[in-house]
């Protein structure tokens, strides 16, 4: 049979069910599937084209044999369990932040640096959900006239916290409405000294505390952007919202840049641009919002404006699937890269 052996480790949470999602849409070619989560899972079973698969315990002795390693079970387990599926031979992809800025491992979007992907030596990184769809939007802009600097602020759907948060945003909800306390678990991230209630609220507050009173995923978006778009010292600052939203991460994105690019030229640009679809027709209220990402692998942008504040400045509204695009349809994308 023709096809690749193709292992997904986290096979039983929100991004590697949404990878095997994808993989089927896109119909890659799979000749044998091995479904890998924790001790937890192990023995549970997961449905792939019709079939029932056994999830088995991942360990460093399960990637025998396999081609693409599909990794979303968290840093740690592929601080663990990466090198060992990549010594046995498969390719590794990390959806994790663990060797995101690794120089040694490549950090690719394919929309911008599919080049990169080649480069690996076992190990490739999805880059954090927040940063890809920035980047798809903002590299068809560097092309034109050059990235000077850029202003971001996110609205992050609780997906990206995982099926729990999901699920904390609904009950919450429903507290609030029928006029209880909601018991309050999820936001702003697993394990924190104290939590903040997500329903009908905003939390500015988006993984742990970093250097400078940036949250983690603040510095994420800005690391990975520069690495990913090869511009090390791109000017570039970031604040990372969680509001009530299921799925779709929306972004506001402004930007500076080198040359002229008057707004008609940018959304020409961005509409010929692979990987994104421009909604942007302000005297028919037709914008981007979440609510019309999810499920889709596109990135939708609106909203393109002067801004007349700087030189060459323009101001952007970005939204995507956080768990498609922003996860495992990206995964997916850059397995085809290599397949
Ligand atoms: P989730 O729904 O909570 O799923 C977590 C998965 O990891 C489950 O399959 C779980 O298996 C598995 N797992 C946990 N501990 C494990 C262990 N010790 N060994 C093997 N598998 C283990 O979380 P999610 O939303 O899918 O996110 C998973 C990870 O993907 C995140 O931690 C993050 O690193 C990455 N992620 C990346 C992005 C992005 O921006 N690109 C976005 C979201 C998530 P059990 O069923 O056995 O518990
Ligand atoms: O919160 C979001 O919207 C995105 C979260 C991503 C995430 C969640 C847990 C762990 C990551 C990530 O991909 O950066 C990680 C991680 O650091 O691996």
Redesign the pocket.
């Known amino acids: 049979m023709s096809g690749y052996h193709v292992a997904i480790?986290?096979?039983?949470?929100?991004?590697?069910?949404?990878i095997l999602q994808v993989l089927q849409e896109r119909d890659f070619p799979i000749k044998k599937l091995t479904l890998?989560?924790?001790?937890?899972?192990?023995g549970?079973t997961v449905e792939f084209k019709g079939e029932s698969y056994s999830?088995q315990?991942?360990t460093p002795a399960s990637f025998k044999g396999v081609d693409f390693a599909f990794?979303?079970?968290?840093?740690?387990?592929?601080e663990?369990?990466a090198p060992a599926a990549a010594q046995s031979g498969a390719v590794v992809i990390d959806?994790?932040?663990?060797f995101r800025l690794d120089p040694e491992v490549p950090l690719v979007v394919p929309e911008v640096n599919p080049e990169d992907a080649k480069k690996h030596k076992g190990i490739i990184a999805?880059?954090?959900?927040?940063?890809?769809q920035m980047v798809v939007a903002l590299n068809p802009l560097h092309q034109a006239a050059g990235l000077k600097r850029v202003v971001v602020s996110t609205y992050q759907a609780v997906?990206?916290?995982?099926?729990?948060a999901i699920q904390g945003l609904e009950n919450e909800s429903r507290a609030v409405l029928e006029g209880r306390e909601p018991e309050k678990n999820t936001i702003p991230h697993r394990g924190a000294a104290r939590y903040h209630q997500i329903a009908f609220n905003v939390v500015p507050q988006i993984d742990v505390f970093d250097e400078d009173d940036y949250c983690k995923e603040e510095m994420k978006m800005i690391k990975e952007t520069r690495k990913i778009m090869n511009l090390p010292e791109l000017a570039i600052t970031a604040t990372t919202v969680r509001v009530p939203v299921s799925f779709g991460h929306s972004e506001s994105v402004n930007v500076e840049l080198n040359n002229p690019l008057p707004p008609s030229k940018a959304k020409e640009i961005l509409k010929k641009s692979a990987g994104i679809v421009v909604v942007d027709n302000p005297s028919q209220l037709e914008y981007p919002m979440p609510v019309m990402s999810k499920g889709k692998d596109e990135v939708f942008v609106g909203r393109i404006r002067v801004d007349r504040s700087v030189p060459h400045g323009l101001n952007l509204w970005v939204v995507a699937d956080?768990?498609r695009k922003?996860?495992a349809t990206?995964?997916v994308q850059i397995a085809e890269l290599l397949a």
């Open positions: 480790v986290g096979a039983t949470g929100l991004v590697g069910r949404t890998l989560a924790s001790s937890r899972s192990a549970s999830v315990e991942a990794f979303s079970a968290g840093g740690g387990v592929s663990k369990l959806n994790s932040s663990a999805n880059p954090n959900c927040s940063t890809i997906s990206g916290a995982g099926h729990r956080n768990i922003g996860a990206n995964s």
